[in-house]
C-alpha cells in the first residue's frame, strides 16, 4: 500500500502564484538560495583582508547561484501530495546542485583550481559539503581568506544539512518534510523536538549555530589563535569537517589549549544535537538516557587508552605527549573530524603510527559518531545493534526454536529497525569493496585504498598509507578522486538516499522517454 | 542431527538422557569415528612409505592402535537420536580437535617437526585446508608424512563436508542438500545423515580420483598425482614440493589443477546432480552461474591489469590465481605479490568472497553473499513501501527469515574476525598490507595472500593464523557456541562452588 501525506495548502496565508509542481526543483532552489549569503560574507571577507583579490569570483559565483536559486524557487513549487518515494531525488539533486555550484568560487580563480581542473574543485566542495575534510589543494596558506572561508563555510552548511535548512523554513510540506530530514540526518531516526517538523528543524539548525559560536569564542580565547582562525575553525569543528584555513590545520597553532577546544567541539558536534536541545532546556539527563551516546564516549576513552600505551610502549615517545596526540586523533577520527596536529617534535602524523595504533584508527574511522549528530561512519547505534544481532544468532544457532528480540538497554529495538541497520551494513560492506576495487585499479595502493575509501564513506578527511594527514587526495589519480567525491556523498546520505533516490530518478527519466 | 540420528536408533530410547549426557556421547561418537578415519589415513601413509622404502612403521602402529581403540569406542557409544544443536557442535568440534591430536602425535612421532607447537600449527593448518606450513624443507621429509600431510587436507575437506551436513537442520551454514525442495531445508525435507554423508563420499572420491588421474596423465609421478589431488579437491593447498604449481612449469598440469580446483568450489549438491546424470541442475543453479561469472569477470580483469607485463603466459597465470583465490584453494602463485595493486586487491576480495556453498572451500561464500544483496534490496524496498512483503530469493528459491538472521549474524562475525585477525598481527609485526591479506586469507582457509610472507611466523602470528583458521573452518557457530557454553559452565560451576562454600560457613 502506498503512503500518500497530503500537504495542507489551505492553511497557508501568503496566495502562492501559479507555478509547475516539482519539489525537487523547489527545494533545490531554496537551498541555492541559502548559499549566497555565506558566498557574500566570503566576499566581503576577502575585499577587507586586503591581502589578494580573490572578490570578484566569489562575488560572480553568488550572482549565478542566486539567480539559479532564484529561478527555481520561485518557478516551481512543491506538489499537494508528497510521497515517501518523492523525498529522495530531492535529497540527491539538492546535493549535487549545492556541490556543483559550491565549485564556482574554485573554479572561476583561475589561481585557485581553474576550469582546466573542474574535477578537483568539485571534489573539494563535495568534500566540504559532506564535511569530509579531504583536500586537493595545494599550498592552502597561499589563497586568499576569503575563499578560505568559503572553504569552511561549505563544511559547516553541509554539517548539519541543506535538505534540513530548507525544511526550516518550508511550512507546506506536512509529513513530507518528515521524510525529507530524516533522508538526510544521520542516523536511524529523527527526532521531534516541536509539533511541526519545520519547528524541529529550525531549533536543530540554532542549536548547530550555538554550538559554532560557543566554539569561536573558546578558540578566541586561546592565545595566538585570531578571530577569523578561530570563526574560521569553529564552522568546521561543529561540522566535524575538517578543513582549515591552514596547511598545518590545528598544528598551526602548536597550542595545547586550541587542540583541546576542538576536540571537545568534536566531540559536541558528534553527539545528538536533540540531546544538545533537551539539555540547553534544563533536561542534563538526557545524555545519560542515550546510552549510544554514552557508548561513543566510553569508545573514545577506551581508544585513547589503548593508542596512549602502544605510542608510549612501541615508539617509545613520554607518557603525556602520548596521551596528547592519542586523544586528539581519536577523537578527529571517532568524530569524522579530520583535523591534525602534526607539529615540530609531535606524534600528529598518524599515518606514521604503529600498525596496531592505524587498525584501532581505521575501526573508530568505521564506527563514526553518535546518531542525529553532524559526524560520519556507520554510527555507535548501529555498531550496537550489528553487536547485539551477532550475539542473538549465537544463541539462536544454539536454541534454534527460540525468539530473541534485540534489546539495547532493555528495550526491545522493532525488527524493522534492526532490518534497516543489517541491510544499511551490507550496503555499506558493499560499496567499500567495489569503491576500494576502483580506487586500487587506479593505481593506489592498497592500505592508501582501503583507508582512502573508508575515509570517504565516513566522510573523514585524510586517510592513512600515503594519504595521511601530511599529505593530501591529490596522490590519488584524477578519475579516482571522483570516484571518492561519489563515496563522500553516498557515505554524508547513508547509502540508501542516494541509492533510492537515483534509482527514483531513473525510473522517472524511463517513464518519460 | 540425522545423521547420528539413523544408525543409532537402534541402540537405545535416548528420552530419559539428559542434554549434557547427550552431547558427551555423541562427542565420543564422532571423535571415535574421526580417530578411526585417521587411523586409517596413517596406516595408509604408513602402508605407502613403507612401499618407497622409507621408515613409517611408527605410523603404521599409530594408526593401528587409535583405529582400533576408537572403533571399539564408537562400536559401544549410544547416540542420541535427535541431538540438541549444542551436542551437534560440541561434537564437531571434539571431533576436528581429535584429529590436530592425532596428527600432531605422528608429526612429533616421525620428527617431521622439531617442536610441540610446529607440530600442532601443521595440523591445524592441514585439518582446516589451509596452506600455511611452519615445514621449510619439504623435499627431506619421509614419503609417509608427505603423503599423510596431503591425507590431513583431504581429511579435514571431509570433515567441513559432514559438518555442514550435519549441521543442515540449523541452517547455520545456508546450504542446500539433495532432497530439498524449499529453499533451505528443515529436518523435514532434508535426507539422512547417513545418506548425504555417502553421497558427499562418492561425490568426493569420484572428483579426487579424476583429480589424481588428470595429474598422472598431464605428467606428475603417482605420490605426487594423489598427494595433489587430496589437496586441490580438499582445496586445501598443500604440496609436496616447494613452490606450489610452479614447480612443475608445465602448462598441463596448470590447467589440470584450474580446472579441479574450480570444481572444488562447486557445491557438493550441484556435483551429486551432475554425477546423478541431472546435467540442467547446473545450468538452473543460480549460484552456479554466479561463481563461473566471477572466476571469468576475475580472470579477464586480473589479465588486463597483468598484462603491461607483456608476459604471453598472463592470461593462464591469471586463470590458475584466480581459481586458486576463489576456491580458497591455497597453491601459492609465484609472483603474485610483484603484481599491481588494483590486482592484488582483486584477489583479496575474491579470497574472502570464496566459492559456492556446500564446498570444502572456505570465504564468505557466494551464496551467503547473494542472500545478503538481496537482502540490502529487499530493505531498500521497504524504505518506499513499508507495508509490502518482499521474499528473498536465491535463484527461484525462498530463504526463510531465520537463516537470513543466521546469515547476517554470520556476516558481522566475518568482518569482527577480519578486524581482530588484522589487529593482532599488526601487533606481531606484520604491516597493514600484510596483515590484510593474511587474517583474511586465513579466515577463509586459503592460507597464502599477496605482500604476506608467511615463511617465518612467529609465535603469536602462528596463534592468531591458528584461531582464524579455527574459525573460518568451523563456520563461526561450532566454535563460538561450544566456547560460550563453556564460560556458562564455568561460571555455573564457580557460582555452584561459591554458594556450596557459603552453605558451609553458615
Given at each position: 500500500m502506498r503512503r500518500v501525506f497530503r500537504a495542507v495548502p489551505e492553511l497557508s496565508l501568503v496566495p502562492r502564484p501559479p507555478h509547475r509542481e516539482n519539489l525537487s526543483l523547489h527545494v533545490v532552489g531554496l537551498a541555492l538560495l541559502f548559499l549566497v549569503p555565506g558566498m557574500l560574507i566570503a566576499t566581503l571577507v576577502e575585499w577587507g583582508s586586503l591581502t589578494s583579490d580573490g572578490e570578484r569570483p566569489l562575488l560572480v559565483a553568488a550572482l549565478i547561484t542566486g539567480t539559479v536559486g532564484m529561478i527555481l524557487f520561485a518557478g516551481f513549487g512543491p506538489p499537494d501530495d508528497v510521497r515517501p518515494s518523492d523525498v529522495f531525488p530531492v535529497v540527491v539533486w539538492t546535493w549535487l546542485s549545492c556541490s556543483v555550484l559550491g565549485a564556482l568560487p574554485y573554479v572561476l580563480d583561475a589561481d585557485v583550481l581553474g576550469w582546466s581542473q573542474w574535477d578537483s574543485a568539485l571534489f573539494e566542495s563535495i568534500s566540504g559539503f559532506t564535511a569530509s575534510g579531504s583536500t586537493v589543494l595545494t599550498d592552502i596558506d597561499s589563497h586568499g581568506r576569503g575563499l578560505l572561508l568559503w572553504r569552511q563555510l561549505t563544511q559547516w552548511y553541509g554539517g548539519m544539512g541543506m535538505v534540513v535548512l530548507a525544511v526550516s523554513v518550508l511550512p507546506l510540506l506536512g509529513v513530507g518534510g518528515q521524510e525529507l530530514m530524516r533522508a538526510e540526518t544521520p542516523g536511524p531516526e529523527s527526532d521531534r523536538l516541536a509539533p511541526r517538523i519545520s519547528g524541529t528543524a529550525k531549533r536543530l539548525w540554532l542549536v548547530y549555530a550555538g554550538l559554532t559560536a560557543a566554539i569561536a569564542?573558546?578558540?578566541?580565547?586561546?592565545?595566538?589563535?585570531?578571530?577569523?582562525?578561530?570563526?574560521?575553525?569553529?564552522?568546521?569543528?561543529?561540522?566535524?569537517?575538517?578543513?582549515?584555513?591552514?596547511?598545518?590545520?590545528?598544528?598551526?597553532?602548536?597550542?595545547?589549549?586550541a587542540e583541546l577546544v576542538m576536540a571537545t567541539g568534536m566531540i559536541a558536534g558528534a553527539m545528538s544535537f536533540s540531546l544538545h536541545y533537551r539539555a540547553l532546556r534544563g533536561d542534563w539527563r538526557a545524555y545519560g538516557r542515550a546510552r549510544d551516546q554514552m557508548l561513543f564516549l566510553k569508545i573514545l576513552a577506551s581508544a585513547t587508552m589503548v593508542i596512549t600505551l602502544?605510542?608510549?610502549?612501541?615508539?617509545?615517545?613520554?607518557?603525556?605527549?602520548?596521551?596528547?596526540?592519542?586523544?586528539?586523533?581519536?577523537?578527529?577520527?571517532?568524530?569524522?573530524?579530520?583535523?591534525?596536529?602534526?607539529?615540530?617534535?609531535?606524534?600528529?602524523?598518524?599515518?606514521a603510527w604503529t600498525p596496531p595504533a592505524q587498525v584501532v584508527l581505521g575501526v573508530l574511522m568505521l564506527?563514526?559518531?553518535?546518531?542525529?549528530?553532524?559526524?560520519?561512519?556507520?554510527?555507535?547505534?548501529?555498531?550496537q545493534i550489528s553487536a547485539a544481532?551477532?550475539?542473538?544468532?549465537?544463541?539462536?544457532?544454539?536454541?534454534?526454536?527460540?525468539?530473541?528480540?534485540?534489546?539495547?538497554?532493555?528495550?526491545?529495538?522493532?525488527?524493522?529497525?534492526?532490518?534497516?541497520?543489517?541491510?544499511?551494513?551490507?550496503?555499506?560492506?558493499?560499496?567499500?569493496?567495489?569503491?576500494?576495487?576502483?580506487?586500487?585499479?587506479?593505481?593506489?595502493?592498497?592500505?592508501?585504498?582501503?583507508?582512502?575509501?573508508?575515509?570517504?564513506?565516513?566522510?573523514?578527511?585524510?586517510?592513512?598509507?600515503?594519504?595521511?594527514?601530511?599529505?593530501?587526495?591529490?596522490?590519488?589519480?584524477?578519475?579516482?578522486r571522483l570516484v571518492l567525491a561519489g563515496l563522500m556523498i553516498v557515505g554524508r546520505l547513508e547509502i540508501t538516499a542516494v541509492l533510492l533516490g537515483a534509482a527514483v530518478i531513473v525510473r522517472h527519466l524511463l517513464r518519460r522517454h | 542431527m540425522r545423521a547420528a540420528a539413523d544408525p543409532?536408533?537402534?541402540?537405545?530410547?535416548?528420552?530419559?538422557?539428559?542434554?549434557?549426557?547427550?552431547?558427551?556421547?555423541?562427542?565420543?561418537?564422532?571423535?571415535?569415528?574421526?580417530?578411526?578415519?585417521?587411523?586409517?589415513?596413517?596406516?595408509?601413509?604408513?602402508?605407502?612409505?613403507?612401499?618407497?622404502?622409507a621408515p613409517a612403521a611408527a605410523l603404521v602402529g599409530l594408526g593401528v592402535g587409535c583405529g582400533a581403540a576408537a572403533g571399539f569406542c564408537v562400536r559401544r557409544a549410544r547416540v542420541p537420536s535427535r541431538p540438541p544443536p549444542m551436542a551437534i557442535f560440541t561434537a564437531a568440534c571434539s571431533a576436528w580437535f581429535m584429529m590436530i591430536a592425532l596428527s600432531t602425535v605422528a608429526y612429533l612421532l616421525t620428527g617431521a617437526t622439531g617442536s610441540l607447537p610446529d607440530a600442532i600449527f601443521e595440523s591445524v593448518a592441514g585439518f582446516a585446508t589451509t596452506n600455511i606450513s611452519v615445514l621449510s624443507e619439504l623435499e627431506s621429509l619421509p614419503v609417509a608424512v608427505l603423503f599423510w600431510r596431503a591425507l590431513t587436507q583431504w581429511l579435514g575437506g571431509f570433515a567441513a563436508l559432514a559438518l555442514l551436513a550435519a549441521a543442515l537442520p540449523l541452517h547455520v551454514s545456508a546450504l542446500v542438500l539433495p532432497g530439498d525442495n524449499a529453499g533451505l531445508p528443515d529436518r523435514a525435507s532434508a535426507p539422512p545423515f547417513g545418506t548425504q554423508l555417502r553421497r558427499i563420499a562418492i561425490v568426493y572420491c569420484i572428483v579426487g580420483g579424476l583429480c589424481a588421474a588428470a595429474y598422472a596423465i598431464a605428467g606428475m609421478g603417482s605420490l605426487d598425482a594423489f598427494g595433489y589431488a587430496f589437496t586441490t579437491v580438499s582445496t586445501g593447498g598443500f604440496g609436496n614440493h616447494p613452490g606450489g604449481l610452479g614447480y612443475f612449469d608445465s602448462t598441463a598440469i596448470e590447467s589440470v589443477a584450474t580446472v579441479f580446483m574450480a570444481l572444488a568450489g562447486v557445491s557438493v549438491v550441484t556435483l551429486w546432480w551432475a554425477v546423478r546424470g541431472r546435467w540442467g541442475v547446473l545450468w538452473r543453479s543460480f549460484e552456479l552461474r554466479a561463481y563461473l561469472l566471477v572466476l571469468a569477470v576475475g580472470t579477464a580483469v586480473v589479465t588486463a591489469l597483468t598484462w603491461s607485463d607483456g608476459d604471453p603466459g598472463a592470461l593462464r597465470r591469471a586463470a590458475v590465481t584466480v581459481t586458486a583465490a576463489s576456491s580458497s584453494t591455497g597453491f601459492e602463485p609465484a609472483g603474485w605479490s610483484g603484481w599491481s595493486w588494483g590486482a592484488q586487491t582483486l584477489l583479496v576480495a575474491l579470497i574472502a568472497t570464496g566459492g559456492m556453498a556446500g564446498t570444502a572451500g572456505g570465504g564468505f561464500q557466494m551464496r551467503r553473499a547473494i542472500a545478503a544483496a538481496r537482502y540490502a534490496y529487499r530493505e531498500l524496498v521497504t524504505e518506499i513501501h513499508p507495508h509490502t512483503v518482499?521474499?528473498?530469493?536465491?535463484?527461484?528459491?525462498?530463504?526463510?527469515?531465520?537463516?537470513?538472521?543466521?546469515?547476517?549474524?554470520?556476516?558481522?562475525?566475518?568482518?569482527?574476525?577480519?578486524?581482530?585477525?588484522?589487529?593482532?598481527?599488526?601487533?606481531?609485526?606484520?604491516?597493514?598490507?600484510?596483515?590484510?591479506?593474511?587474517?583474511?586469507?586465513?579466515?577463509?582457509?586459503?592460507?597464502?595472500?599477496?605482500?604476506?610472507?608467511?615463511?617465518?611466523?612467529?609465535?603469536?602470528?602462528?596463534?592468531?593464523?591458528?584461531?582464524?583458521?579455527?574459525?573460518?573452518?568451523?563456520?563461526?557457530f561450532p566454535l563460538v557456541v561450544v566456547a560460550g557454553g563453556a564460560v556458562t559452565g564455568m561460571r555455573r560451576l564457580l557460582a555452584a562452588e561459591r554458594s556450596n562454600g557459603r552453605r558451609a560457613r553458615s
Open positions: 569564542v573558546a578558540l578566541f580565547a586561546v592565545p595566538g589563535v585570531s578571530l577569523y582562525d578561530a570563526v574560521a575553525h569553529a564552522l568546521s569543528a561543529a561540522g566535524t569537517g575538517g578543513f582549515s584555513p591552514y596547511g598545518g590545520s590545528i598544528g598551526h597553532f602548536e597550542s595545547l589549549g602502544l605510542l608510549w610502549v612501541r615508539q617509545g615517545a613520554s607518557f603525556g605527549l602520548s596521551l596528547r596526540d592519542a586523544f586528539f586523533n581519536v577523537v578527529t577520527l571517532a568524530t569524522s573530524g579530520g583535523f591534525h596536529n602534526i607539529r615540530p617534535g609531535g606524534l600528529g602524523d598518524f599515518a564506527i563514526g559518531g553518535g546518531a542525529g549528530s553532524t559526524s560520519g561512519g556507520m554510527k555507535v547505534f548501529r555498531a544481532h551477532a550475539l542473538r544468532t549465537v544463541r539462536l544457532a544454539r536454541r534454534p526454536r527460540s525468539v530473541v528480540p534485540v534489546k539495547l538497554g532493555g528495550a526491545v529495538i522493532p525488527e524493522p529497525t534492526v532490518g534497516r541497520v543489517l541491510g544499511f551494513g551490507t550496503l555499506y560492506i558493499m560499496s567499500f569493496g567495489v569503491g576500494t576495487l576502483i580506487v586500487a585499479s587506479l593505481g593506489a595502493d592498497p592500505v592508501t585504498a582501503v583507508s582512502g575509501v573508508i575515509s570517504a564513506l565516513s566522510n573523514m578527511g585524510p586517510a592513512l598509507g600515503e594519504a595521511g594527514p601530511s599529505s593530501d587526495f591529490t596522490v590519488f589519480a584524477r578519475p579516482a | 543409532p536408533a537402534r541402540r537405545g530410547s535416548t528420552a530419559k538422557r539428559t542434554p549434557s549426557r547427550a552431547s558427551t556421547d555423541l562427542a565420543l561418537w564422532a571423535s571415535g569415528w574421526a580417530t578411526v578415519a585417521c587411523g586409517g589415513g596413517l596406516v595408509l601413509s604408513g602402508l605407502v612409505g613403507l612401499a618407497e622404502r518482499h521474499v528473498v530469493k536465491i535463484g527461484r528459491r525462498s530463504v526463510g527469515e531465520r537463516p537470513l538472521a543466521l546469515l547476517n549474524g554470520f556476516q558481522i562475525l566475518f568482518a569482527v574476525a577480519v578486524l581482530a585477525g588484522i589487529f593482532g598481527l599488526s601487533l606481531a609485526g606484520m604491516d597493514l598490507w600484510a596483515a590484510a591479506g593474511a587474517a583474511i586469507s586465513a579466515l577463509a582457509t586459503m592460507g597464502p595472500a599477496p605482500g604476506a610472507d608467511l615463511g617465518a611466523l612467529g609465535g603469536v602470528e602462528r596463534s592468531v593464523l591458528a584461531v582464524l583458521m579455527a574459525l573460518g573452518r568451523l563456520a563461526f
